[in-house]
């Protein structure tokens, strides 16, 4: 297979996105060293810059909506702001919604009829005063508020997270429950949205101690939480389930979550979810583990574990999925693929383990599209189907960058 074309963005990429198989793809990026602008770069999948949009703010994921716009999440002069655009650039409307001053957007998702969003307290790194608290909220097509719920972190606890103890001669001991002075969202898929539940996740910003919210899409009603622990990986499994996966402080697993908040499945593995039409759940393990100890697996029925071939390497593209089973990831400078019985093959391999890299989107007629840190890497003639019609068939669960389902 032939090498990939290279298109050089402007810096970092933070997201990629494509309204569908055809594209054309949308890149958020810094602007270089600049980290608190946002550039928006269109591409066609031969390569050719169509055009590019500057905005203020730190980048975050663009969200492509049902008819192919795209919105940006940016600084404006009322305070935290998203816009959405055309295929030509031309921004169509603006939304500042309801907010207060030290509020911080963590998130946002596109509804049929106005976005869900997810709001910290305060800044990244920035002490939470006391009273504040994180809330999720849902606006109509205006910006007008329908509900607000807060999402409150307190007391968080777990077994994996010590401290020094001057007790007995300065002994690592469990950690006491503690209220988080920082709080976050988590990088991947911290808000989703399936059918009448939407799932938020928030986490501790110096332990990464998180709790997912469920709650209740038309009221705001919070119909259960997790325990708190070092969730990473989720996926939206059905209407109004998901999987949530833990990795860190010695925990290593999945858990389904039914309507109710209910965990009703659970798996001694965690990995880079992939969910077919069948409702076949594989991907690559993810493991904060050197050497690796990572294999592709297969998460059955009942918590059964299907043994896929062994990964080397640590940092990975998020996969997709074919309609045939394949699944195309980018992992330890080289391009793989898992087929249906678990084969792996290696399409393309270079000297070239670049830590920072974007998901994998799976295009038009086999083309195979991600980043590595500033630079678009476009991969055509690998032999692979359109992409999986699953639940989850490639990271937020569709190529449009919107992790919502609708009912």
């Known amino acids: 297979m032939?090498?990939?074309?290279?298109?050089?963005?402007?810096?970092?990429?933070?997201?990629?996105?494509?309204?569908?198989?055809?594209?054309?793809?949308?890149?958020?990026?810094?602007?270089?060293?600049?980290?608190?602008?946002?550039?928006?770069?269109?591409?066609?999948?031969?390569?050719?810059?169509?055009?590019?949009?500057?905005?203020?703010?730190?980048?975050?994921?663009?969200?492509?909506?049902?008819?192919?716009?795209?919105?940006?999440?940016?600084?404006?002069?009322?305070?935290?702001?998203?816009?959405?655009?055309?295929?030509?650039?031309?921004v169509l409307r603006s939304?500042?919604?309801?907010?207060?001053?030290?509020?911080?957007?963590?998130?946002?998702?596109?509804?049929?009829?106005?976005?869900?969003?997810?709001?910290?307290?305060?800044?990244?790194?920035?002490?939470?005063?006391?009273?504040?608290?994180?809330?999720?909220?849902r606006y109509d097509e205006n910006g007008n508020c329908r509900w607000s719920a807060p999402t409150v972190l307190d007391q968080l606890a777990y077994p994996g997270v010590v401290e020094m103890s001057v007790d007995n001669d300065w002994q690592v001991q469990p950690?006491?429950?503690?209220?988080?002075?920082?709080?976050?969202?988590?990088?991947w898929e911290p808000l989703l949205v399936s059918g009448n539940r939407i799932a938020a996740t928030f986490a501790d910003?110096?332990?990464?101690?998180?709790?997912?919210?469920?709650?209740?899409?038309?009221?705001?009603?919070?119909?259960?939480t997790t325990?708190?622990?070092?969730?990473?990986?989720k996926a939206i499994a059905g209407p109004g389930e998901f999987l949530i996966g833990s990795q860190g402080y010695g925990a290593f697993s999945t858990a389904r979550y039914d309507p109710s908040g209910t965990v009703t499945e659970q798996w001694p593995s965690h990995a880079m979810m992939l969910i077919d039409r069948h409702g076949n759940i594989?991907?690559?393990?993810?493991?904060?583990?050197?050497?690796?100890?990572?294999?592709?697996?297969?998460?059955?029925?009942?918590?059964?574990?299907?043994?896929?071939?062994?990964?080397?390497?640590?940092?990975?593209?998020?996969?997709?999925?074919?309609?045939?089973?394949?699944?195309?990831?980018w992992r330890d400078g080289r391009l793989l693929a898992v087929d249906a019985d678990f084969e792996m093959h290696e399409l393309f391999a270079m000297d070239d383990d670049r830590p920072v890299m974007s998901k994998i989107l799976l295009l038009d007629q086999g083309q195979v599209v991600f980043a590595l840190h500033d630079e678009l890497h476009i991969f055509g003639a690998t032999g692979l189907g359109p992409l999986d019609t699953g639940n989850w068939p490639c990271a937020d669960g569709n190529l449009r960058g919107n992790p919502v389902m609708h009912q």
């Open 2 to 90: 032939n090498g990939p074309q290279k298109v050089t963005m402007p810096g970092q990429v933070w997201g990629l996105a494509a309204p569908d198989a055809t594209g054309p793809l949308f890149v958020t990026s810094y602007d270089g060293r600049n980290l608190s602008t946002t550039v928006l770069t269109v591409v066609d999948l031969a390569g050719t810059v169509l055009w590019r949009r500057e905005f203020d703010g730190h980048p975050s994921p663009p969200r492509v909506s049902d008819s192919g716009t795209v919105w940006i999440a940016h600084s404006g002069s009322g305070g935290h702001t998203v816009s959405e655009l055309d295929v030509d650039g031309t």
């Open 95 to 137: 939304i500042t919604p309801e907010h207060a001053s030290h509020e911080h957007l963590g998130a946002f998702a596109l509804l049929p009829d106005g976005i869900c969003t997810a709001w910290l307290p305060a800044a990244r790194s920035h002490v939470v005063p006391p009273g504040r608290a994180a809330r999720v909220a």
């Open 175 to 187: 950690m006491k429950p503690w209220t988080p002075q920082t709080i976050e969202v988590p990088h």
């Open 205 to 224: 910003g110096s332990s990464g101690i998180a709790v997912t919210f469920f709650l209740d899409t038309t009221t705001g009603q919070v119909i259960a």
């Open 227 to 233: 325990r708190p622990g070092p969730s990473h990986h």
């Open 282 to 329: 594989r991907g690559p393990e993810s493991e904060n583990v050197l050497p690796s100890r990572s294999r592709f697996r297969g998460l059955g029925p009942e918590g059964t574990l299907r043994d896929g071939p062994a990964l080397s390497g640590y940092y990975t593209t998020y996969p997709a999925l074919d309609h045939d089973g394949t699944a195309i990831f």
